[in-house]
């Protein structure tokens, strides 16, 4: 199987960067999440570079909710990243990581009073994704003595290859404004006293592995540009959102570049504002490409059974990463402490969850596994933790951070009593 040059073979064992994995599961326990600080800065700078060198005003805001520990969003920070936050939480956690206001996009489709109060507090970029939510941050801006920046989100009503859970610049989502209702809502926008438009936002969808529906939004994007510099919005920044896939199936699924994504995104890009006679920013929010290959998660076998099928139980299943059943994802799954070793068996990894649903990877070629074993789950760092439950009562995981020799944790592991501590006794129980 091809590896990313972060992992590799030793021993026997899998390596991330200098770090053995199964001494890691020895040393922190399972389930265990173990993510290289290095990669995800290496991802980054790639994707930055490969704009920049094309366009020179590009900003890569990180969209916070693929991997949501601080240490994260600070890795990024430190880089120059900003961030593209969806809820109040994400946003706190990328000013406490030491982001720059300016360089945050607060997104989302359902914000509530206190997110825009919030937003209007700390003088954040506000991605406006209805009619109704404009008049209440105007009225929210008001309220707090400030001008509100804005986008709007558009919705280009494309065609998105990909599942269809996470396509959302289809016309069908609930996201964004129709491309042909933009202009009207723009001008409602200039009408309000307390709010500034000040760019315009797209984000077409996840794990997109076809560069040309990027391109196709791009041309929606600088139309609606021209427009808008028409009726006299001036924009600072086009945010072209996120969605770059990456592949799961190491051997078989197509890898688009950044520097591929840049190649046919930016021309068009300029093309279409050197039209329109601005130069604003251009903005991109990857998540998953640059935190998904950064980090594995490591479970132990519990048992092994050979029924209808060979099943590996293991201790970590959907409560710890949830993509295989919510969107029937692939992802490659080592035998960690067995890396060199021959594969043989077909087994399929089950998690510890009460629910049939419940299969990390099904039906892998790998060496014969016992009890005791690491599987290593690659490509879990991109709505990976970030999607954790406590469902069946099972505590969280650990969270391991490296970075070249170093090692350190970035998240406890959860007891019982951490998801206990949250209930309360109603009184006729006492
Ligand atoms: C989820 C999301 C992203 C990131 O998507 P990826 O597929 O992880 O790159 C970017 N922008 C918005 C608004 C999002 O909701």
New binding site residues.
């Given amino acids: 199987m091809n590896l990313p040059p972060h992992l590799s073979v030793q021993g026997g064992h899998l390596v991330i960067g200098r770090h053995d994995l199964v001494a890691l599961a020895q040393e922190h326990g399972t389930p265990l999440y173990v993510t290289d600080e290095q990669r995800i800065c290496d991802n980054y700078t790639r994707y930055q570079k490969a704009l920049a060198t094309l366009y020179p005003k590009s900003k890569v805001?990180y969209?916070a909710?693929?991997n949501g520990n601080v240490s994260v969003l600070r890795a990024l920070g430190k880089l120059g990243a900003g961030a593209?936050v969806?809820s109040p939480g994400e946003l706190e956690l990328a000013l406490s990581a030491g982001m720059n206001p300016a360089d945050l996009?607060f997104?989302?489709s359902s914000k509530s009073p206190g997110d825009l109060a919030l937003a209007v507090a700390h003088g954040i970029t506000v991605?406006v994704d209805s009619l109704d939510e404009l008049h209440q941050l105007d009225a929210a801006a008001k309220a707090g003595g400030k001008k509100a920046r804005i986008s709007f989100?558009v919705n280009p009503a494309l065609h998105i290859p990909t599942h269809p859970k996470?396509a959302?610049g289809v016309t069908s989502s609930k996201?964004g404004i129709a491309h042909d209702k933009i202009l009207s809502a723009y001008r409602e926008a200039l009408a309000c006293s307390n709010v500034v438009p000040v760019g315009v936002?797209c984000?077409i969808?996840?794990?997109?592995l076809d560069i040309e529906p990027f391109v196709k939004a791009a041309e929606v994007m600088v139309r609606v540009a021209k427009e808008l510099t028409g009726i006299g919005v001036v924009l600072e920044f086009i945010?072209l959102?996120?969605?770059?896939?990456i592949p799961y199936h190491h051997d078989t699924d197509p890898a688009p570049t950044p520097e591929e994504y840049a190649r046919a995104v930016v021309p068009v890009f300029v093309e279409g504002i050197t039209a329109a006679g601005i130069s604003p920013a251009l903005w991109v929010?990857?998540?998953?490409?640059?935190?998904?290959d950064s980090s594995v998660l490591l479970t132990r076998v519990n048992s092994v059974k050979f029924a209808h099928k060979n099943f590996v139980n293991v201790d970590a299943g959907f409560n710890l990463l949830i993509r295989p059943t919510m969107y029937d994802s692939y992802h490659e799954v080592i035998v960690a402490n067995k890396a060199a070793s021959p594969a043989t068996e077909t087994y399929s990894i089950a998690g510890p969850i009460c629910e049939t649903g419940d299969i990390l990877a099904a039906d892998r070629l790998l060496p014969a596994v016992e009890a005791g074993d690491i599987i290593a789950v690659l490509d879990a760092g991109?709505?990976g933790f970030a999607m954790a439950s406590q469902y069946n009562c099972r505590p969280r995981c650990a969270e391991v951070l490296i970075k070249g020799k170093d090692k350190a944790l970035m998240r406890n592991r959860e007891t019982t009593e951490d998801i206990t501590s949250t209930m309360v006794t109603p009184p006729w129980q006492q």
């Fill in positions: 805001l969209a909710k693929a593209d969806f996009l997104n989302g991605s989100r996470i959302t996201f936002h984000h969808g996840s794990q997109i945010d959102g996120g969605g770059l896939g929010e990857p998540g998953r490409y640059l935190v998904a991109a709505y």
